[in-house]
């Protein structure tokens, strides 16, 4: 597998895309605004990158990340999806997306309405609970002493595996967290979300970013409670 495409390139798509381009990975990126206006970052990325609309990128990815605000899910490109991987780093927050009462009353996820979206995608859930600033920081070499994990959840397991390959090649280890319907143990407000990357550093956004291995990730998603 050589391209990844991107359905968002904003903080977290864009992070993401960095670290697949440095690990020899092709990219197509976009956004909701058009190619355009992603020219920095393709000028930044270099040859191994390009713009695209959400429905090229979508066609052209072997993977697929989608990193839009939640409150756009239904704007995913349905078809050119199907069958494919799609990696989900999308949050729920009622203040930015709006309410989604399913939501609300924990009665589903935030990959979950996605994964329904796109019934013949493979959705996992991943990347969403780690700062960008942290992810662009704590990529290590597979077997370093302070590589991190993250955690990954979704229903296929052929997808996990190719999400954790995509894992260990930008530089982390992964972390089964289980099903699609176990994605709220890292959801915001719990133990696994964003602090853990930060070392307990009282000022998170001051932090550039601490390592934290499978077992403590695993603490924290053990300790999660709805
Ligand atoms: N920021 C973080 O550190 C972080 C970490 C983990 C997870 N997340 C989650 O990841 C998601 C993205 O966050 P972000 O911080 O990266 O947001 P962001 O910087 O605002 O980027 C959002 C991206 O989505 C694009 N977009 C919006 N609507 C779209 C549509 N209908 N079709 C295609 N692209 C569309 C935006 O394009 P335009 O600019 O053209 O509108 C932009 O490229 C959120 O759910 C967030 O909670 C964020």
Known sequence: MTTVGFIGSGHIGGTVARLAVAAGYDVVLSNSRGPETLKELVDELGPKARAATAAEAAAAGDLVIVSVPLRAYREVPVRPLAGKTVLDTNNYYSQRDGAFPELDDDSTTSSELLQRHLPDAKVVKVFNNIYFVHLAAL??????????????????????????????????????????????????GTPAYGGLYAGGNENFWESPGAPADAATLQAKLDAAQR
């Open 139 to 188: 990529p290590r070499p597979a077997g370093s002493p302070d590589r991190s994990a993250l955690a990954i959840a979704g229903d296929d397991a052929a997808a996990k595996n190719e999400a954790t390959a995509f894992l260990d090649r930008i530089g982390y280890d992964a972390l089964d967290a289980g099903a699609l319907v176990d994605g709220w143990r890292f959801q915001p």
